[in-house]
């Protein structure tokens, strides 16, 4: 679903598990957090904060 | 004397018969499938009952000419045993003969096996690791133009007694169309499989080219599709899976509910749960938190947890009662209700209330999911299914409120008296309305405020009146819960409500044959 990101809780090099938060997007007045779908290493970080973003638009890349 | 050398001769003779079914016989065939990463049926099976053991049925099953070497078992082993103590038949498919396929008399035992779990009321477990009908000397209408009775078997079977079925390898075609009749289904990742086709055929018959992983793993049936219910780490987490689901139901519908351990404290004051639900109503918490604290102490076995996860479906234990809960999870979503969610919510009705588990509500809504991914997934269709399910459910409810109790979502949530709740409950936190505030005030009082002097404060001023209606303690004013309780309160109140409630409720029901699932 779309939504703005508010904020964003990892950085690049950080070391995730899968189901860690990564980033709190706001949606029908309700704060969401996107969790990583997999344990990794965020290598890229592709949204900033303040962006609105739409279903499957990659927000992170994890290696 | 001769009588029993005669006796010993014989026996040894079946002794000698026996052990060649074994693993210890077949050490070609058991480095193969171990090569594979598998185990064996046979080391399933000792996983799986109560100190391993089972009484084998159909395990001698032969052609006429009495050669068992080419089959044996024919494939399939079956069997019944027990799982703490109680009867559980099991139909394990051996991978190491024809690839699991089933044979003449593999499905011979197959149909015995359910036609005993029909007449005496026993779980079926189904271990799935193989082909559909065998193809090698059976790719022949004499064989198959008749079929089996095997379909509508199970069919007769859901709803009676338990029924799992443990993916633990190719569970393409047959194995998924038995799986499909399973309340639960479990798939090991990395090796187990599951689709109505696997890459040869989809290959073979489109041209197009497809891992096996990929079309049917774990990852894509469990985690993208919800398929299957369960994802294991590994065939131990799978069989510990089975015994765990098994333990909160009754060996049938009749049969009696099971007994946990009641050490948790009965009356035990929830004392975390005063603080769990933020007071920002835009902030997300762990409703798994909540459970956990209300649910005897490490009662907790979540289904589905990485599919439709806005909701939360969870077998758990009150004072040893095993309960089904079922909540939206803020942290997920907001807790919206998507089609996965109502998906999931549906079938977890259905299988509490065919084995006598009450439903514990906790809402947290702030509505059904919306936008175009929503219809695509046919929200409309499956939200329908989870009210439909709830509608047709006999078995004890209760509702608590824990913060946003929005829309169609908090009645198809429990909410309110539609479905009878034996409990409607609110904590203090609750905020009861038929639409999001900010929405509703930017659909019905857009001109109003458009037309005043200063837009945004006079919004924001009706915003304010709105949410002054909305409080738990209205809610209660209008008889809409029956208490506002205490969050520390609520093991308490949640098991003094069971212990009240009657077993199973007459529904009002004309005198018509069959409900008709919604669109």
Known sequence: MAGTIISIEGQVGEVVDAEETIAIMESMKMEMSIVAPAAGTISEILVAEGDAVVENQPLVRII | ?519
């Not at chain 2, 594979?36 to 001698?60: C, I, M, S, V, Y």
């Not at chain 2, 494939?75 to 019944?80: A, D, E, L, P």
């Not at chain 2, 099991?90 to 024809?98: L, P």
């Not at chain 2, 479990?186 to 891992?211: D, F, H, N, Q, S």
Request: hydrophobic share 45%.
């Open chain 2, 1 to 519: 004397m001769t009588g029993n050398d005669s006796f010993g001769e014989k026996w040894s003779e079946v002794e000698v018969a026996k052990a060649a079914l074994l693993d210890a016989a077949r050490s070609a065939a058991i480095t193969r499938q171990h090569k594979r990463g598998k185990k064996t049926a046979r080391e399933r099976l000792a996983l799986l009952f109560d100190e391993g053991r089972f009484d084998e049925q159909g395990g001698l099953v032969s052609p006429p000419n009495g050669d068992r070497a080419d089959a044996p078992a024919d494939g399939v082993i079956t069997g019944i045993g027990r799982i703490d103590g109680r009867f559980v038949a099991v139909a394990a498919q051996d991978f190491s003969v024809y690839g699991g396929s089933v044979g003449a008399y593999g499905g011979a035992k197959i149909q015995r096996l359910m036609d005993q779990c029909l007449a005496q009321g026993i779980p079926l477990v189904l271990l799935l690791d193989g082909g559909g009908h065998r193809i090698q000397g059976m790719q022949d209408s004499w064989h198959f133009a008749r079929t089996g009775t095997f379909f509508a078997d199970m069919a007769r079977l859901t709803g009676w007694v338990p029924i799992v079925a443990a993916v633990m390898g190719d569970g393409f075609a047959a194995p998924t169309n038995f799986a499909a009749f399973a309340d639960l289904v479990i798939m090991v990742r990395g090796i187990a499989t599951m689709g109505l086709t696997g890459p040869a055929l989809v290959k073979a018959a489109t041209g197009e080219t497809i891992g096996k992983e990929e079309l049917g793993g774990a990852d894509v049936q469990v985690d993208q599709n919800g398929l299957a219910h369960l994802g294991a780490a590994n065939e131990e987490e799978a069989l510990a899976a089975i015994r765990r689901y098994l333990s909160y139901l009754p060996s049938n519908a009749r049969a009696a509910p099971t007994e946990g351990t009641r050490d948790d404290p009965r009356d035990r004051s929830c004392d975390m749960l005063v603080d769990v639900v933020p007071a920002d109503t835009r902030k997300p918490y762990d409703v798994r938190k909540v459970i956990r604290e209300i649910a005897d102490r490490d009662s907790v076995f979540e289904i589905q947890p990485s599919w439709g996860a806005s909701a939360v479906t969870a077998f758990a234990r009150m004072d040893g009662r095993a309960v089904g809960f079922i909540a939206n999870q803020p942290m997920r979503l907001g807790g919206m209700l998507t089609a996965p969610a109502c998906e999931k919510i549906a079938r977890f009705i259905a299988i509490c209330d065919a084995f006598g588990l009450p439903l514990l509500y906790l809402i947290d809504i702030p509505g059904f999911a919306i936008g175009p991914s929503a219809e695509k997934a046919m929200l409309g269709r499956r939200s329908g299914k989870m009210i439909a399910e709830l509608a047709h459910a006999t078995v004890p409810r209760l509702s608590l409120v824990l913060r946003k109790g929005y829309g169609g979502g908090y009645v198809a949530m429990c909410g309110g008296r539609g479905f009878m709740p034996d409990a409607a409950l609110a904590w203090p936190t609750a905020e009861i309305c038929p639409m999001s505030i900010e929405g509703s005030v930017d659909v019905a009082y857009r001109k109003d405020y458009e037309a005043a002097p200063e837009p945004a404060t006079r919004r924001q001023e009706i915003i304010d009146g709105m949410r002054a209606m909305i409080s738990s303690l209205r809610a209660a004013g209008g008889l809409g819960v029956d208490n506002i309780i205490h969050p520390a309160d609520t093991r308490r109140v949640f098991n003094d409500v069971l212990s009240r409630a009657v077993g199973r409720r007459q529904l009002p029901m004309p005198p018509k044959f069959r409900a008709i699932a919604p669109i």
